[in-house]
């Protein structure tokens, strides 16, 4: 073997290597929310779902978003599926009073079963049902833990629930994971590590690791240090509301 054929060979297992360290791995929720966002559906019901617009000629003025609004229209999440698959769900599909405000209102919901697959479906129902709160803990500590990440501001990198992976330019996978995906099960292997993330802002295993400090010192943003802002109990809490989610996660096959 000659060295141009060694030296492509092994450039090729590095790049192989490279394509599966830093291949995304997404789940559901955040799959839906960039799909929501490449569909349109944002342009109706505002940015991530959150501000819905205008729509003349309906009783209530505007479309509804995706947070106490949904409740008014879907209840499970079927319903939602049903929403985005075919316009509208079975039980609005017999009221007459409802379709009599469909024919008035300017915007009206389209469906998407012919424009999107039954995959992209359910990605979709999983970044609203996550938007809208729809599944949360029904064990007491785990609900703290959730209150908690609210109140400590987790949820703004790292979305409603912890669901989402939103952007954050120059880190590893150029997102920050989130708590029910296979990122995480890579950053955080034991509750002790858990504890250091939550309390120092990064694990001592990667603190120690000069590729993984390079990545995350030049991330936009910075996991921060919470150790003096935590309350007794928090640790406990918090761990028990990520266990729950991961544990009541679907089975998902990155795609």
């Known amino acids: 073997m000659n060295r141009t054929l060694a030296t492509l060979m092994f450039l090729a297992v590095l790049a192989t290597l490279a394509f599966l360290f830093m291949r995304p791995k997404l789940p559901p929720a955040e799959r839906g929310r960039r799909l929501a966002q490449a569909t349109g559906c944002f342009a109706c019901h505002g940015p991530g779902g959150l501000q819905g617009t205008a729509n003349p000629g309906r009783t209530d003025g505007t479309v509804p978003t995706y947070t106490g ?6 209840d499970t999440r079927d319903e939602i599926r049903q929403w985005i698959r075919d316009g509208v ?15 008035r209102g300017v915007l009206k919901m389209p469906a998407f079963r012919e424009r999107l697959s039954p995959d992209q479906i359910e990605d979709l129902v999983a970044f609203v049902a996550a938007v809208t709160g729809l599944d949360t803990p029904t064990d007491s500590l785990a609900a703290t833990g959730l209150e908690r990440a609210k109140a400590l501001g987790c949820i703004g990198c790292h979305g409603p629930g912890g669901r989402l992976a939103l952007a954050n330019p120059r880190s590893f996978k150029g997102y920050v994971p989130s708590w029910d995906s296979d990122d995480f099960a890579e950053l955080v292997r034991t509750r002790a ?4 993330w939550v309390g120092d802002g990064v694990s001592r295993s990667l603190k120690d690791n000069p590729f993984a400090t390079f990545f995350l ?10 150790k003096d802002h935590l309350e007794p109990g928090d640790l406990n809490a918090l761990w028990a509301y990520v266990r729950w989610l991961r544990q009541s996660a679907p089975a998902d096959v990155a795609r």
């Open 89 to 103: 769900t079975e039980k609005k599909a017999q009221s007459e009073s409802w379709k009599a405000e469909r024919r």
């Open 217 to 226: 010192h030049r991330a936009v943003l910075k996991m921060p240090a919470y």
């Open 193 to 196: 590590e858990f504890d250091q």
């Open 69 to 74: 609004d949904l409740m008014m229209f879907a």
